[in-house]
């Protein structure tokens, strides 16, 4: 119930269970020692009393009694001295505890405040915690007393007022204290438990209150507690720092060195070090912990010898993880793996080292097996983060068959949801069809509680990677097979959708969903699947004498009489499309029409087109009749309505980070769309499931007016964020990628998902409130530096003014290359928050690479080209060392990630890497050949980049070159 008091008396867990009287506790406060008279013999024999009672009856009996009695002592003449009060007030607190109202004794309580005994003060600040409100009257009395115990500079009663403070937590006593705490925080003379005490008050107050708490010299000043060398101080002073830098990042920037500068001493440290904060043979592991979750509130160091130092602690973890345990006890692993699982974390956060998260992903790997049921949790749900990661997804799909075992036998349904959710992230085109299968296999065992989950992730799963739509047909036929009742509607309309817009597929549907509607038990979702299918494609069947037009229709009816009134309604509509498709079955079709149960149904949906689809047949001309009834016309397509489904589900932060990183090299726009055998700008409607060529909505390409006068006139002060170093190197990582996180402060983080078709591009812009505040007035607007406007066209749709608190909105960019470039769009985010304008401009991650085709080629072609692009403009060369391992398998993803085909046996040094590929553009097609040399002696590289066009040479060779 005082989550704040329990923290705060223990300043650290680990020192208190593994040796509570080191001498590494001298500089604690030495509580004052009981005299024999404090036993308070008197409530003793109360609480005797209190369980000795048979009944409830008797239990409230005795407390009434006792109330009496107390209050007549406070309200005698004779003054009572503070043991007598003390003890009646610890016989208050008792009964309160017990669940009955205590409307007296709050004066006395506070009386007690005033004395100098440790034992009468302890139990005046207890009651006055538990009982006194915000809104008590007695509150300005509290405060004198708190105020006189923090200037004696006895550092008992200053903790016993921190910890009192912080257990009441008002606003009240944040508006009274807030600038008087962090005084003490960092006052030389202050001693180490009041420094522990006084920063995890000041932390609940900044919790509670945090516009109450002014940030001044003391932030500066508090950073430098991590230097302390009071371990208790340290610990405390994360926790505080750690809340502080998440509304103030730049403020508390330099908390990163000093962070990693204690991490390392604690990790390089023996167990012998550090014996009073040793916890089972693991040095400080609480602090560890904390340090890592603070370095999570940045970007990657830019400092290379801190960053360095930070490298080598990780792999000090992940090495230590890999050593014989020094202890079987439960408690030493648990201490070593929370410090590794928050390693892991940071090392996710910064996805900039691909050496350590492969090193990450194997070592979550080794605990899918273990013993431990919370370590396999834990485990599946970090490589679901990991398997984003362009550098680690592959290693995360070797463990594809331990997730399959765990999906299927583990006892535990959490785990098993993990599991799922593990394999829908390292999904790609290489596993796809496995994965799938294993999940509809699973599907039919499946806990119910997860099963429309599983359901939505098969169906998105199978759409994204279905090179061969027959087998997505067949998928979702499965899919309503083993969980109809768990097959939402979107599922079916979806399916739907794709077979109406794909000619290749609807012959193959119409045969395959009308063998499933033979089967005895057929359930309603395949009926309407069946209904609307045959009803729009059963002619391509009907030449067959099995599935002949009576047999269609009579194989329907027969679900008929089974099904619910929306299904029987779009029956009707597929007999009246019958009627147009087979001319034979008319007669037929009108009897049933015709019927009392059709024309007199009691549901008036189901009379009204039975009547309707009567007339329309018996009046309207054959011509008519086929107008009126002819094949629906192909979806315009925006979203998958599953994966929406699914974000609703999950929650939006939770799909992306699964979506996220798992763009593949090369692959088609909507993820399962074959290539087609035109090169043509303009594709068919059915090509265009993702509406990339719709007609754009014309988005917010300037501030409002509103917005403008409110920015001139606000009194409000403005956080700008400019173009920073650290900015640029997010852009950079976007060169070889197309999905992650461009963004991340404590407030905003926005995501990137961009797919990219010859000179046509869409971004997805996912702008994420990390905070539980909502943005005001957010208004993102693309600009163009220098002449980009005339090169590049951008078109974005508007996006909703207000973000709420947590929530995540999305905007949608249609991009056109009209010709080759060399500057990147600017966005610039501009929103309130708190009342303060936040001012934010990033660099789009649009290339020119983006609009790289690849090209196969043979080793002869290659060279012709070669020597035919040999004046001195049309090639760029560079010459580079390297700044990351020279890695082989890392350099072809990077490759391929840039765009163009990585040509096997072309050059004849096989550690040398040649592509091909063509920039599209609108007005120019500008061929690229390009050859990289690796030198790993010297650790060096040689780029050379030769094209038609000189620019273009130069600007792929600068971008290409920044990667390695």
Not at 300 to 312: I, Q, S
Not at 571 to 590: A, R, V
Not at 686 to 715: K, W
């Amino acid at each position: 119930a005082r989550p704040a008091c329990d923290v705060i008396a223990a300043p650290y867990p680990a020192a208190r269970a593994a040796a509570p009287r080191s001498s590494g506790f001298r500089s604690r406060v030495i509580m004052p020692a009981v005299s024999k008279g404090d036993g308070m013999r008197g409530l003793a024999v109360f609480i005797s009393d209190i369980r000795n009672c048979k009944s409830k009856e008797a239990e409230i009996k005795r407390i009434n009694k006792e109330l009496a009695n107390i209050r007549s002592k406070f309200k005698g003449d004779k003054a009572l001295d503070g043991y007598s009060k003390k003890k009646y007030v610890c016989k208050l607190l008792f009964i309160f505890l017990l669940g009955h109202d205590i409307d007296f004794g709050h004066m006395e309580a506070v009386n007690l405040l005033s004395s100098n005994k440790y034992t009468e003060k302890q139990i005046g600040y207890l009651f006055i915690s538990v009982l006194v409100n915000s809104n008590s009257e007695l509150i300005r009395l509290i405060n004198n007393a708190i105020k006189n115990d923090l200037a004696s500079r006895n550092p008992t009663f200053m903790c016993l007022s921190l910890h009192c403070i912080a257990n009441v937590g008002s606003r009240e006593m944040a508006e009274a204290f807030a600038s008087e705490i962090p005084r003490i925080l960092v006052a030389g003379d202050t001693m180490d438990s009041v420094k522990q005490s006084a920063a995890l008050c000041l932390l609940r107050l900044y919790k509670t209150s945090p516009d109450l708490v002014p940030m001044g010299e003391w932030t500066s000043r508090v950073v430098h507690l991590l230097n302390d060398q009071h371990m208790g101080v340290v610990t405390a002073a994360v926790s505080l720092i750690t809340c502080l830098c998440r509304k103030s990042p730049d403020d508390f920037k330099t908390c990163v060195s000093l962070a990693v500068s204690r991490l390392s001493r604690i990790v390089s440290s023996a167990s012998t070090d550090l014996q009073d904060y040793t916890y089972y043979f693991v040095p400080a592991p609480w602090l560890s912990v904390k340090l890592l979750r603070l370095l999570q509130c940045y970007p990657p160091p830019e400092d290379a010898a801190v960053k360095g130092r930070l490298v080598e602690c990780l792999e000090t973890i992940l090495n230590k993880a890999q050593e014989p345990p020094k202890s079987k006890k439960v408690q030493h692993s648990n201490a070593k793996n929370a410090i590794l699982f928050e390693a892991i974390s940071l090392i996710i956060h910064y996805d900039s080292e691909p050496n350590l998260l492969v090193r990450a992903c194997n070592q979550l790997g080794q605990f899918l097996q273990h013993r431990e049921t919370n370590l396999r949790y834990l485990a599946l749900e970090s490589m679901c983060t990991l398997a984003s990661s362009e550098f680690s997804h592959e290693a995360v799909k070797t463990h594809i068959e331990t997730v399959i075992n765990a999906l299927k036998t583990e006892r535990d349904v959490s785990v098993r949801q993990r599991a799922a959710d593990l394999l829908y992230a390292m999904c790609d085109r290489t596993n796809a069809k496995q994965i799938v299968s294993e999940m509809l296999s699973y599907l039919e065992t499946a806990d119910y509680s997860i099963r429309e989950e599983i359901v939505l992730k098969v169906a998105i799963l199978a759409e994204k990677y279905a090179v061969d739509y027959s087998w997505y047909v067949d998928t979702i036929l499965n899919l309503i097979r083993i969980a109809g009742d768990y097959v939402s509607e979107e599922v079916w309309y979806r399916v739907i959708q794709i077979v109406i817009n794909r000619d290749d597929v609807q012959g193959y549907a119409a045969k395959t969903v009308f063998e499933a509607l033979q089967a005895p038990a057929c359930h309603e979702n395949m009926v309407k699947v069946g209904g609307y299918i045959l009803g729009e494609f059963g002619n391509l069947i009907a030449g067959d004498p099995r599935s002949s037009p009576l047999v269609q229709f009579n194989l329907l009816h027969s679900k008929f009489h089974l099904c619910s009134v929306s299904t029987r309604a779009l029956l009707l509509s597929t007999y009246i499309k019958f009627i147009n498709l087979f001319p034979e079955t008319k007669s037929t079709i009108q009897e049933v029409l015709r019927s009392d149960s059709q024309i007199r149904n009691s549901d008036v949906e189901l009379q009204q087109r039975a009547v309707e689809y009567l007339k329309l047949s018996s009046i309207a001309s054959t011509d008519v009749l086929a107008t009126v009834l002819e094949e629906m016309p192909p979806f315009p397509e925006r979203e998958s309505s599953i994966l929406a489904k699914l974000k609703k589900k999950k929650g939006p932060g939770a799909v992306n980070e699964l979506e996220e990183g798992k763009k593949e090299p090369n692959s088609e726009l909507n993820g399962g769309v074959e290539q087609t055998a035109s090169t043509t700008s303009t594709p068919s409607p059915s090509a265009d499931l993702l509406g990339l060529r719709a007609a754009p909505v014309v988005g917010s390409t300037a501030p409002s007016t509103g917005n403008l006068l409110v920015d001139v006139f606000s009194d409000t002060p403005t956080t700008t964020t400019a173009l920073t170093s650290d900015a640029e190197d997010n852009f950079l990582r976007f060169v070889c990628k197309n999905n992650g996180v461009l963004f991340e402060n404590q407030l905003l983080q926005i995501g990137v998902k961009s797919e990219f078709r010859q000179n046509l591009g869409r971004m997805y812009l996912f702008y994420g409130n990390k905070t539980s505040v909502q943005f005001q007035s957010f208004t993102p607007t693309v600009t163009y530096p220098g002449d980009l406007q005339s090169q590049l066209n951008l078109q974005t749709k508007p996006v909703h003014p207000i973000v709420e608190g947590g929530a995540q909105v999305q905007q949608v960019l249609n991009i056109e290359c009209l010709e080759d470039f060399e500057e990147a769009p600017l966005i610039n985010i501009k929103f309130r928050y708190g009342g303060t304008l936040q001012n934010i401009t990033l660099k789009l991650p649009i290339t020119i690479n983006k609009f790289f085709q690849a090209t196969e080629m043979p080793s002869q072609d290659f060279f012709q080209r070669w020597k035919q692009l040999s004046l001195p403009q049309q090639e760029a060369q560079k010459i580079f060392k390297a700044s990351h391992p020279m890695d082989s398998e890392v350099t072809k993803a990077k490759l391929l990630g840039f765009g163009s085909a990585l040509l096997e046996n072309v050059d004849p040094n096989p550690d040398n890497y040649v592509g091909a590929g063509i920039i599209q553009a609108k007005s120019v097609q500008v061929g690229c050949l390009l050859r990289l040399e690796p030198n790993h002696q010297a650790q060096m590289y040689r780029l050379t980049l030769r094209t038609s066009k000189e620019s273009v040479s130069r600007q792929l060779c600068r971008l290409l070159a920044q990667q390695f």
